[in-house]
């Protein structure tokens, strides 16, 4: 049962033009959402997150928005960068009770892009 | 800051044996860490939940007495792969939970193991 779902495997986008990649989740307890970025052979680096009390949260040219009613959020990376060429995770949790901290995570998109 | 490490960050060993892998957190103390697995191109999946000073809580499916957690420190929990088999072979990554953190955890750069 996968939980959280990242439906497009990989975008390809030209340098500064905008990235979006996209998640959807199906557990209306998950209420806090995070995007990480991973490289081959590395763990997951911290990107943006967002709360289930908020619909956008901005940092720099990373902008999360979430739409609670049809659970879906996406990351919009805007201009894109060569540099920005990895896999992008969505995850998410339910931080009340024994669930705390625990992430479930999507499949991944990988994001190629193009100078 | 909020570096953590993994050691070691590649192991090959023989069916049948054991490997350990640590996980620290250099700059914070962690109460909480997690241990997740990744199979090639596929996502991560969490594992089991390290307490400093109590058992890991693990997750369903995973075998408690085959992956051994140890959460000894504030700064240091060990997963032992006991009685691996190639089935293992598989890439493991650890995340920390800073104490009075909110919601954001940092992950380790992971430690490749390959049961032959």
């Known amino acids: 049962d996968q939980q959280v779902k990242q439906n497009s495997p990989s975008l390809s986008v030209q340098e500064g033009r905008i990235s979006i990649l996209n998640c959807d989740y199906t557990?209306?307890?998950?209420?806090?959402f995070l995007w990480y970025k991973k490289y081959p052979a590395e763990g997951p680096t911290f990107l943006i997150s967002i709360s289930s009390i908020k619909d956008k949260n901005e940092d720099g040219r990373f902008t999360v928005f979430l739409n609670k009613s049809a659970k879906h959020l996406s990351l919009h990376i805007v201009p894109s960068q060569p540099g920005d060429s990895a896999v992008y995770f969505c995850?998410?949790?339910?931080?009340?009770?024994?669930?705390?901290?625990?992430?479930?995570f999507g499949q991944g998109t990988i994001l190629t892009v193009h100078p | 800051g909020a570096v953590v490490s993994q050691h070691p960050s590649r192991v090959i060993c023989k069916s049948g044996t054991s490997v350990k892998i640590e996980c620290r957190s250099l700059d914070f103390q962690a109460t909480t860490m997690f241990w997740y697995r990744q199979f090639p191109k596929q996502s991560l999946m969490l594992m089991a939940t390290?307490?400093?000073?109590?058992?890991?809580?693990?997750e369903q499916g995973v075998e408690k007495d085959k992956f051994l957690i140890n959460h000894a420190s504030l700064t240091l929990s060990t997963l032992t792969v006991t009685s691996a088999h190639p089935e293992d072979s598989s890439f493991y990554i650890c995340?920390?939970?800073?104490?009075?953190?909110?919601?954001?955890?940092?992950f380790g750069p992971g430690t490749r193991l390959t049961v032959t």
């Open positions: 995340s920390a939970f800073p104490v009075g953190s909110s919601y954001e955890q940092y």
């Open positions: 557990n209306s307890m998950f209420d806090y």
């Open positions: 390290s307490n400093e000073g109590s058992k890991a809580t693990y």
């Open positions: 995850a998410a949790s339910a931080t009340g009770g024994t669930s705390y901290g625990k992430l479930t």
